[in-house]
């Protein structure tokens, strides 16, 4: 046998030694953490236990790649924090960066979640919230998924208050304002069309679906951004809108006693923000509303979620773009927050909690009260649809009003790119047909809804 032959051999023994190494230490991950073969059941909550599972797959791989991604962004952008925090911040991002290691090591052994022992305003709630949990759901493969994805990127929010330099640092800013810049050719193109648009049922369908699709492009989920001809495509894209009720919303509220208010939660900065502002002046400019209020997420959030921050920057490079469409309508925008038709609400962690949303009323009653004033809630994005079912794993055919449990403050429209394994309202047979086509059609966002569960507000209910 030639020596080629030879390490050629070797090669393939060893890569076939390694194999079965990794294969083995898998299957005693999963015996030690019990892990579940079978996908999750109907009424099953979903869990990281579920081998067969986008929960499985989130802390088996993408949460700890995602943190290796983020410890080596720190280190490489360690001059650029240090100018903009200060000469300290080399010491406290080596104590950062100890700390996500750390935490990533918690998700690869299954560890137990730790109670937060930094003081925040949120930090009390957090921590009542951990101890409430069941003792077999307090690890990353047994804990319900939305609490577990939730409690990283608080803890991970912890990890830099812990330093007096790095406490007010956005750690995902760069990310979310380079896509801004990268997509305003296309925000002027999008203006461009919709000037002078009237009301009417099929500009508040267009621009309802404009600002669903805008959830596409999510940095949590993907890098693709948002496609530069979505504007013109939106009755293309019907084909995927899997369900479709953007007629009811319309109806709803052309129906609703006045005043009325619209309440938009948010989901991602940068381009899915800029469609939310465009709707809201559509709803404004229309006579359908007279507000529209944003709510924020109140710390960094899911890599691309909308903060304070992230909300006044757009409004801000709106106003100073070269573009003369873009300016114009940052300066609409800055003019509907001082006439109170738009609001940026207050801070509320809430939305950055572990709760779903059925428990909003016993947990934030204020913030019930509040967003029971608006004719119609609009939630935007994966997270929030996961919130509103609770990552319940619902029959696919399930009406969407009763997968709320009880959450209906007001009317309840759901505007969701499909990026998890969790849906209803949807037509028989639909989840059977596309996962005979694509078994990883629920993760690639190429699928959407608009649903809505309509409850009227009484003429005499009290605005205040």
Excluded at 118 to 123: A, C, E, F, L
Excluded at 331 to 340: E, S
């Amino acid at each position: 046998m030639h020596s080629a032959d030879l390490t050629s051999h070797t090669d393939v023994t060893e890569t076939t030694n390694l194999a079965a190494i990794e294969q083995l230490k898998e299957q005693r991950f999963n015996e030690k953490n019990l892990i579940i073969y079978n996908p999750p059941g109907e009424n099953d909550e979903l869990s990281a236990r579920f081998l067969r599972s986008l929960a499985f797959a989130t802390f088996k791989r993408r949460s700890p790649a995602f943190l290796r991604d983020l410890i080596t962004f720190l280190q490489d952008r360690e001059a650029d924090i240090i100018e903009q925090c200060g000469d300290y911040a080399h010491f406290d991002l080596k104590r950062t960066i100890w700390s996500l290691e750390l935490l990533r090591d918690d998700i690869i052994n299954n560890r137990e979640f730790q109670i937060i022992r930094v003081k925040s305003p949120d930090t009390d709630s957090w921590n009542s919230f951990l101890k409430g949990l069941g003792e077999d759901r307090r690890q990353w493969f047994s804990a319900i998924w939305l609490h577990a994805d939730c409690y990283m990127y608080r803890r991970i929010w912890s990890i830099f208050q812990r330093s007096e330099t790095l406490k007010n640092y956005d750690y995902f800013g760069d990310q979310k304002t380079s896509i801004v810049t990268n997509v305003a050719p296309l925000m002027r193109d999008i203006l461009v069309s919709t000037k002078g648009i009237k009301r009417s049922q099929e500009d508040f369908q267009y621009l309802l679906k404009l600002s669903t699709w805008s959830n596409h492009g999510d940095l949590n989920i993907t890098r693709r951004g948002a496609h530069d001809k979505i504007y013109k495509q939106i009755a293309k894209y019907d084909i995927d809108l899997l369900a479709d009720q953007s007629f009811d919303v319309w109806q709803d509220l052309i129906e609703a006693s006045a005043p009325v208010y619209v309440d938009i939660v948010c989901d991602n900065a940068g381009f899915e923000l800029f469609a939310d502002l465009l709707l809201g002046e559509y709803i404004i400019e229309s006579g359908l509303a007279s507000r529209v209020r944003f709510h924020v997420k109140a710390i960094p959030w899911f890599i691309s979620d909308c903060t304070h921050k992230d909300f006044n920057w757009l409004v801000k490079f709106l106003r100073k773009h070269e573009f003369q469409e873009l300016n114009a309508f940052g300066k609409r925008i800055r003019g509907y927050i001082r006439d109170r038709s738009f609001i940026l609400c207050d801070k509320s962690y809430f939305w950055t909690s572990g709760h779903d949303y059925s428990q909003m009323k016993r947990v934030q009653p204020c913030l019930y009260v509040y967003i029971s004033q608006a004719s119609l809630v609009i939630f935007k994005g994966d997270l929030n649809y996961r919130k509103l079912l609770g990552d319940i794993n619902n029959k696919p055919t399930t009406q969407f009003s009763d997968c709320l449990r009880g959450f209906q403050p007001s009317s309840v429209c759901a505007l969701r790119v499909i990026k998890s394994d969790i849906y209803c309202g949807l037509p028989i047979c639909t989840v059977e047909k596309l996962s005979e086509e694509n078994p990883e059609w629920m993760v690639t966002g190429d699928k959407a809804v608009v649903q809505v569960a309509i409850k009227h507000r009484l003429s005499t209910d009290i605005i205040v």
